[in-house]
């Protein structure tokens, strides 16, 4: 018998059965970048108490010798003899990002932005004044005024599913207000930090695949509570008052206790849910309508399902709300894709915006928001930057679309000290007398993201500490090269290998400058091969759209200094933010007839399959090498 600590979880355990994969059954949440393949070193536990198997070598690797001695193990290398009681602590994976001070802000400058953007997005439609808008209830539709009479608020939730984090938004539908917001992890992480893992572990049996589908629809189900729960504290309702006035007006009769209260306004709330829109990436999509994903872990890796979905809200305990999946496109670019072309469609020209550039970067911006005419984006590129880069290029009206399998090291999965950009995460380095570093927070540095990754690599490149080839030189070579002696300094001896010690407790190693290599490589080939695809150069295109969270705090210089982005004007490389989860807002108001234009939308998109193209692999492997340092230092 296994038992799981802190949150004393038991499970019987089988012979020769891996903690890992016990954990997994037994749902508990145990990080597995890798997908418990002994690789990543990050499915850390504790063996408390019990007999186990030998030290393998993999974890000789990842562990010091007073660790292994503490009982530190990898739990996918960790099999506890069968029959007798095992204990392990696994360390806490906290899915919430934010804490509560940073909720506050993010309700009053965050949700404050989508709502900006969506009713933006949305007046062109409200001057018509005609157009019916409707909402699922129960399975059939009704118009919104009915809604409003059956209770005094309806709202919509928006769904956005990456690889790594969940994005949720709560809308207001009458107002147009969007007054919630959550970030969690992907629960199915637990299987891998990339989609093939998942896919990988799904496919075992028809009970993986229907594990996998089950948390994902379970986490989901879960964290909409939460953020219906997270509203109520925010805004008490009308129905809150009344409940309160009439505990208060009972006298000496039977009171509602605190959590009979806080029942029935959460199901109060769960009934005015009228509508769930959805994106995602491809293979997340797949797993979320319950399809199975088979057919994109082959050549030519076709999706399943291309038009929209619904689903039944019970499916997600919201009994008269309809969900609303987004259609994908074809193999690996999916509904996140489509809700990114569906925002950019009905964006408009933003005065503010266009006051504060100049005429070149108002080329950009006005080729995006100068018309719902998807015909005016013509040699505009859009880089989703993630574990599944997806690209889209127009030329000459028509829409290309490809993806690029970049892995998780942009989320810091696959990085030895790396974590979400969250408080704590250096974000980026600048070398000047001292090193300086960026912490979110503007706290001691507690691991680096995705952008603080790329920022410390290009520092890196530039002063010679990283080669041409990737390579981290040692002190000697270092000194050598005649790299700066604060850099020089950093330099360490860690076991076997040289590392670079960002701050006393985050080290950048070998391998996590070779994950990088990886990913940034994945981005720069998808780039290339789709301008070759399209008959097209860099030089030839207007501007360059980055989507996704990520591409909004990312140094776009540092970028294009280590070959992720490429060389051109630095101001016609324009950030929009998760826009498609902005797209997916814009679908909350959608009629019937929208849907179906956003089908058709979908399929008038040729994908092109990178991997299938002639010189696919020498391109990339040319861009995972760094441009040559200029001897002027």
Known sequence: MLLFQPDGITYINKEKETVLDAARKAGVLVESPC??????????????????????????????EQELQDGWRLACKLVPKHFRSCEVEVPNINLQMDSEKEAHLLYESELKKYEKKIKECLQEEEKDGNREKETMHGGSRESKADCVEKCASTFGIVVDIGTTNMEFLLWELETKRCVGRKIAENPLKIYGADVVARMTYALKDKENFKESCSLLRNTIATLMEELLQTYLEQ?????????????????????????MVENVLLQSMKEKVSTVSVVGNAAMMHFLAE?????????????????????????????????????NIEGFVGADTVGVLAYLKQCREEKEDMSKVDDKAAVVIKTLKNSKDISKWDRVLMIDIGTNGELVLQKDGRLYAASTAAGPAF?????????????????????????????????????????????????????????ETGYLLNRNEAIKQGCPKVLVDCLEIRGRETVFAISDTVLLTQQDIRELQLAKGAISAGITMLLQACKMNVCDLRGIVLAGAFGTHLQVDAAQRIGLLPDMEKKKIVPIGNAALLGAGVALFYSEEKWRALNTLARKVQHISLAEMEGFQEVYLEAMGFAKVEEER
């Open 411 to 467: 989320e810091g999965a696959t990085i030895s000290c790396g974590m979400r950009g969250e408080v704590g995460a250096i974000r980026g380095m600048q070398v000047k007398e001292k090193i300086e570093l960026d912490v979110i927070g503007e706290v001691a540095p507690r691991g680096i993201c995705g952008s603080g990754l790329i920022s410390v690599v290009a520092e890196l490149v530039n002063f010679g500490i990283i080669d």
């Open 35 to 64: 997908g418990g393949n002994g690789t990543c070193g990050k499915c850390r536990v504790k063996v408390l108490v019990g007999e186990v198997n030998a030290i393998t070598e993999e974890e000789k690797h990842f562990f010091t």
């Open 291 to 327: 399809v199975s994903p088979e057919s994109l872990t082959r050549a030519p890796y076709k999706t399943k399902y291309k038009d929209s979905v619904s689903l039944s809200g019970t499916l997600f305990g919201l009994i008269h709300a309809s969900v609303r999946l987004f259609p």
């Open 235 to 259: 805004y008490p309702c009308e129905e809150s008052r009344e409940i309160e006035n009439e505990n208060e007006n009972m006298g000496g009769g039977t009171h509602f206790s605190e959590q």
